[in-house]
């Protein structure tokens, strides 16, 4: 059966001890929390002083990373770094990551091909803008993302992923994608899985969903049959409320 997840996706917010007092929040806000993995991704700089902080019951992944293992890339972090240090949970694909800082298909593939080649696990974001969600094309942009970046995986590669469907519209914006609208996206990539790979594998893998995810809309969105969680972004830089939403199904 495949996994529920609550990911906090920090961006570029937060204190050194504000990281630290929210990590803390959360691992013991979480004692009721049952069945949900939970992770966060905080900024790069805060990573080594949260896992010696060690909060057991949640994960910690990187938000952005270097797909070579070492070289002349000034500014950047390897995967390989970040694995050294016990990391093993990246996120790929974000839209400002696709947005802001140019990140193409290929690029994403590369991204995807370094952390599975070294046995780590990708959280990879898929999702339209909205003059494709008003043109209706959302479900060819969505499927254009997974074939380009993810569909080439094999049946032994893709079970190390999950997927975070985040309507570039909804994101930051207080604009959520109503129910349907998850569920029906979903659901399609749910399909898409089953004819690239097989039935077990599309019910195995978690696809969460991301967009102003919040604790008034996450029951509602995590009853969903093809919602398996949240990727959270503003919702989770308070404990009491990411904690609400990791109870929220
Ligand atoms: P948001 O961000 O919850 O603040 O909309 C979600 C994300 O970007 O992952």
Redesign the pocket.
């Known amino acids: 059966m495949r996994k529920k997840i609550v ?1 906090g ?1 920090w ?1 570029m917010n937060l204190s050194s001890d504000e990281a630290l007092f929210l990590i803390e929040d959360c691992n013991r806000l979480s004692e009721g929390v049952k069945g949900v993995e939970l992770m966060v991704f905080p900024p790069a700089l805060y990573i080594q002083q949260l896992i010696a902080h060690n909060s057991p019951r949640i994960q910690i992944g990187a938000q952005n990373f270097y797909p070579a293992e070492k070289g002349a890339f000034t500014g950047e972090i390897s995967f390989t770094q970040f694995k050294a240090i016990g990391l093993n949970y990246f996120l790929i694909g ?3 990551r696709r947005e802001l800082f140019h990140e193409g298909h290929l690029f994403i593939k590369q991204k995807v091909d370094a952390v599975l080649n070294a046995g780590s696990k990708v959280m990879f ?1 898929c999702g339209e803008p909205l003059a494709i969600r008003e043109a209706n094309e959302q479900m060819n942009y969505v499927r254009k993302q997974l074939n380009e970046s993810l569909f080439h995986l094999s049946t032994e590669e893709i079970v190390n992923c999950s997927i ?1 469907y ?1 309507p570039v519209w ?5 604009k959520t994608a109503s129910t349907e609208q998850a569920e029906e996206m979903h659901a399609a990539i749910r399909t898409w899985l089953k004819e690239m790979y097989n039935a077990e594998i599309a019910n195995n893998i978690s696809i969460l969903y ?5 604790t008034s809309n996450a029951k509602e969105l995590f009853a969903c049959p093809n919602v398996d969680g ?7 830089l308070e404990a009491e409320s990411f904690m609400k939403i990791a109870k929220s199904f």
């Open positions: 990911a996706n961006k974000h839209s400002e974001c975070a985040e909804a994101i930051g914006t207080g991301g967009g102003s995810c919040n949240g990727l959270i972004g503003g919702a989770s």
